[in-house]
C-alpha cells in the first residue's frame, strides 16, 4: 500500500472539502484553511495532513512527511495539536533544492525542504560544514578584461583562457572559461583559491566538489581531474593527489575526497585540473560553478561565497516535553522512517528517542560498512545493537519495534534481527537525523523522506507491511 502521490506511510488518504493554500505556515499559528492544514507552496502529497486512515493500525501517535514549518519550527501531520512540533535550530543560513529544482538559501532556523533528485521533498539534515575558498560566485569577474574571479589562479603552461561568460543556472552562480592553445606540459589547472589560504593538516579528510559543465570541446583534454594540493603556511609545495571526474554537457556537481597525507602539510589547495600531451593543440571551454573545498568526507550542500569562506551551522531538529512523551510508547511501541541515503557515515543518526542523555535510548543510525543498525540503552547499560548487512546508496525504510524482551528491527520489508532479553528505557524527546542528545554531533547528512512513532509494539507482519517498497 502507499500514498496516492509521492510517498510516505502505507495510508488511504481523503480529500479535504476545499484545498490547501499554497504558502508557508504562519508565524502565529499553524493556520487553518478550511480546516485543514496548510501545506508549503508546491507541496505533492495532496491531503497529507488531513482524514488519515491507516491500513496498518492502530495509526500512529507522530507522523511526520516533512513538508509543513516555519522558521523554528517543523510541524507533523500527527497530532494535530502542537504536542508533536518539532524545533528547528540553526543559527546560519543554508541552501537547499525547492520545488522548481533551484538551488536557493533560507533563512536561520528554516527547515530545509528539499527537492534534489525527487519529485516529492524530504529533510535535509547536515552537520555544520565550511568552504574555505573565498569566492565561489565569480564576484570580480569580466567578459571585457577577460578578469578571472577575485582570488582565482591558473597555471596554463601553454594555454591562455578566455572568459566567456558569467550568470546563474539552476541559481548556481557560474563562469565559463574557454582554454586554447598549444601546450607545453602535461597539465593545465585552474584553481579557485590560492595555496596559502586554506589551513589543513596531515590526516585530515577534504572534500573538493564543483558544478561542471562541457559548453564545447573541438580539442578537448585528455581527462578532468579534481586535485588537492598540500603546502606549507608559505605555499611551497608538499605532496598532491587527485581523482578523475567525467563531466558532461549538463551541468552536475562532481566531487573528490582525499586525506592528506603530507607530514609538513599546513594548508590544502583545490585545482581543476585538464590533462595534456605536451606539443599538442586544444580549444575547450567548461562552465564552473560554486567550488567548495571543505574538511569533510562528503560534499555538503553549496555554501555560496564572496569575500571570504563562510560556515553553515547543524541542523538541529528535536522534539521534546511532557507532551511529547505521551507520543512516546513507553513500555512498548514502534518507530517508522523512510529514507533516502546517498552517504553512509558512520554513527551518522536517521531517528532516535531518549530522555535527552546516551543512558536511554532507542536509535536507528548507520554504522560502518554501509549498514542500518538498531541501538538501545536502559541505565547506560546496552540492551540491543542488531546490524545489517551491507548496503548501497538508495531509499531505504526502516523500523524498529519494542517491548521488554521482545525488539524487532526490519529493513525494507525484511526483518534483519530480533532481541528477546532487553529492557525498554523510559524517553521524553524525539530526534531527527542527529545524536539523541543536546549535542550536535553525528548528524545525518542526508534526507529523511517520512518518520512515525506508534504507542505499540506492532507484529512483525505488520512491520513488514509498514516498511514494504
Same mark, same amino acid.
Given at each position: ?111 530545509? $525542504? ?27 569577474? !569580466? ?22 561568460? *558569467? ?7 557560474? $563562469? ?7 601546450? !607545453? ?22 572534500? !573538493?566538489?564543483?558544478?561542471?559543465? *562541457? ?17 606549507? /603556511? ?10 578523475? *571526474? ?50 569533510? /568526507? ?54 532516535? *528517542? ?10 536507528? %543510525? ?62 521524553? /524527546? ?13 548528524? %545525518? ?25
Amino acid at each position: 500500500m502507499a500514498l496516492g502521490l509521492g510517498y510516505g506511510l502505507p495510508f488511504s488518504v481523503k480529500r479535504p472539502v476545499e484545498g490547501f493554500a499554497n504558502s508557508i505556515a504562519s508565524s502565529t499559528a499553524r493556520a487553518i484553511v478550511s480546516g485543514a492544514t496548510q501545506e508549503q507552496a508546491g507541496g505533492c502529497l495532496t491531503g497529507r495532513a488531513l482524514t488519515v486512515m491507516q491500513t496498518v493500525q492502530p495509526q500512529p501517535s507522530l507522523l511526520i512527511v516533512p513538508q509543513l514549518y516555519k522558521a523554528g519550527a517543523l510541524y507533523p501531520q500527527l497530532p494535530t495539536s502542537a504536542s508533536g512540533d518539532f524545533t528547528v535550530t540553526r543559527a546560519t543560513t543554508a541552501t537547499r533544492v525547492n520545488s522548481s529544482g533551484l538551488i536557493e538559501s533560507v533563512a536561520s532556523g528554516v527547515p530545509r $525542504i528539499d527537492w534534489l533528485g525527487q519529485s516529492c521533498p524530504a529533510l535535509l539534515v547536515e552537520p555544520s560544514g565550511s568552504n574555505g575558498i573565498r569566492n565561489n560566485s565569480m564576484v570580480g569577474a !569580466n567578459v571585457s578584461t577577460n578578469a578571472l574571479p577575485t582570488n582565482w589562479l591558473t597555471t596554463l603552461n601553454g594555454l591562455s583562457h578566455q572568459i566567456i561568460a *558569467i550568470g546563474t543556472e539552476s541559481g548556481i552562480d557560474y $563562469i565559463d572559461i574557454k582554454l586554447s592553445g598549444t601546450a !607545453n606540459n602535461t597539465v593545465a589547472t585552474i584553481a579557485p583559491e590560492s595555496s596559502t589560504q586554506i589551513v589543513a593538516a596531515s590526516g585530515q579528510t577534504w572534500t !573538493n566538489s564543483v558544478y561542471i559543465k *562541457i559548453i564545447s570541446q573541438p580539442s578537448p583534454p585528455s581527462s578532468y581531474s579534481l586535485a588537492f594540493r598540500e603546502g606549507t /603556511s608559505g605555499g611551497s609545495f608538499v605532496n598532491s593527489g587527485s581523482s578523475a *571526474i567525467t563531466p558532461t554537457t549538463t551541468l552536475q556537481r562532481l566531487s573528490a575526497t582525499r586525506t592528506l597525507t603530507g607530514a609538513t602539510t599546513e594548508r590544502v589547495q583545490p585545482q581543476i585540473n585538464f590533462a595534456l600531451v605536451s606539443g599538442s593543440t586544444y580549444d575547450f571551454t567548461v562552465r564552473i560553478g560554486w567550488p567548495q573545498m571543505e574538511q569533510s /568526507s562528503v560534499a555538503t550542500s553549496p555554501i555560496p561565497t564572496t569575500t571570504g569562506s563562510a560556515s553553515r551551522n547543524a541542523d538541529q531538529i528535536v522534539a521534546s516535553g511532557a507532551l511529547v512523551s505521551g507520543l512516546i510508547g513507553q513500555t512498548e511501541g514502534t518507530i517508522y522512517v523512510e529514507v533516502d541515503v546517498r552517504n553512509f557515515e558512520a554513527n551518522a543518526r536517521i531517528i532516535g *528517542i531518549s530522555d535527552g542523555t546516551a543512558s536511554n535510548r532507542i536509535t536507528l %543510525l548507520l554504522a560502518s560498512g554501509s549498514r542500518f543498525r538498531l541501538v538501545a540503552t536502559v541505565s547506560a547499560s546496552g540492551q540491543v545493537s542488531i546490524d545489517s548487512s551491507a548496503q548501497v546508496s538508495g531509499v531505504y525504510k526502516v523500523a524498529a519495534a519494542y517491548k521488554e524482551n521482545d525488539y524487532a528491527f526490519y529493513l525494507n520489508g525484511s526483518q534483519i534481527g530480533t532481541d528477546t532479553s532487553a529492557l525498554v528505557p523510559a524517553c521524553t /524527546s524525539v530526534f531527527l537525523g542527529k545524536v539523541e542528545t543536546s549535542a550536535s554531533t553525528n548528524l %545525518l547528512n542526508d534526507r529523511i523522506r517520512a518518520a512515525a512513532l506508534y504507542t505499540t509494539r506492532l507484529s512483525n507482519d505488520q512491520l513488514a507491511e509498514l516498511t514494504r517498497l
